[in-house]
């Protein structure tokens, strides 16, 4: 840099007059932004929409005595992660229910073998079991991103480390070439590095944010949807179904 001519006094004058090396650096990081500025918006605004009408149906669903008036509340929030936890648990306690009254047949095959009413326990630990993998299932959609976001913010100051050497080196480079290390020889070659750095962490630093912030909803909204299936067995044996 030095060997180029005037000694830059602005950040956007130690961008334009770096090094290619370092411009690259730089470009890599502007990218690896955008990329996770993008990210976060996508996730907060599926988990926002998730959450919002999860809640809504749930609030509905602690008002409803049967299980064929949820169903009804189901169908009209098909989008509601909530209502296919719910549909899955009634399409498990169908299916649980043939199936038992197909072995009782088979066991007694008499025209008037009455259907079980009750679900045995592995069965109810079973639903329970599948409910739960629905709502990390839900989970794992809404932050398919998010490990993205913890690279991110785990490489850039990586990326920004090597800018800053490969920056440093060609300062070394400017002073053996002019002779001279006094201090307006070295600064500015030091300061173009140090800008890789500053970019650097200004990547890295919402990214992990970022990441710690959106991980944290999504624990409480798997949470909340793994107490929704707690709900929705409690209202099954309620009415006899299981």
């Known amino acids: 840099m030095q060997v180029r001519g005037a000694v830059p006094t602005t950040p956007l004058e130690l961008v334009t007059n770096a090094t290619t090396a370092t411009q690259v650096v730089l470009g890599v990081l502007v990218v690896l932004s955008l990329l ?12 926002s929409k998730a959450s919002n009408a999860s809640d809504k149906f749930a609030r509905e669903f602690e008002h409803t005595t049967r299980v064929d008036e949820a169903g ?3 169908k009209r929030s098909p989008k509601s992660a909530a209502a296919r936890i719910l549909v899955r648990a009634m ?8 199936a038992d009254q197909h072995a009782r047949e088979r066991a007694t ?4 073998t009455p259907a079980a009413t009750t679900m045995t326990g592995s069965q ?7 409910l739960d993998t629905e709502a990390a299932e839900e989970r794992d959609r809404l932050g398919r991103f998010l490990p993205w976001l913890a690279t991110i913010g785990s490489v850039s100051p990586l990326i920004g480390l090597l800018g800053t050497v490969l920056g440093v080196i060609d300062a070394f480079l400017g002073i053996a070439t002019q002779g001279s ?8 070659g ?3 590095a140090l800008i890789a750095t500053a970019a650097a ?6 990214a992990t944010f970022g990441y710690n912030i959106f991980a944290g909803r999504l624990n409480r909204f798997d949470g909340r949807m793994e107490s929704f299936g707690t709900s929705v067995i409690a209202l099954f044996i309620r009415e006899g179904r299981i």
């Open 109 to 112: 095959p008499t025209i008037d």
């Open 190 to 192: 030091v300061a173009e």
């Open 36 to 47: 996770s500025w993008t990210i976060m918006f996508s996730v907060w605004r599926g988990l």
């Open 91 to 98: 399409r498990f306690v169908s299916d649980a229910r043939v």
């Open 72 to 74: 009804a509340l189901a």
């Open 201 to 206: 962490l200004a990547v890295a630093i919402p």
């Open 181 to 188: 290390g006094n201090l307006a020889a070295v600064a500015p």
């Open 124 to 130: 109810i630990e079973t639903l329970h079991l599948i």
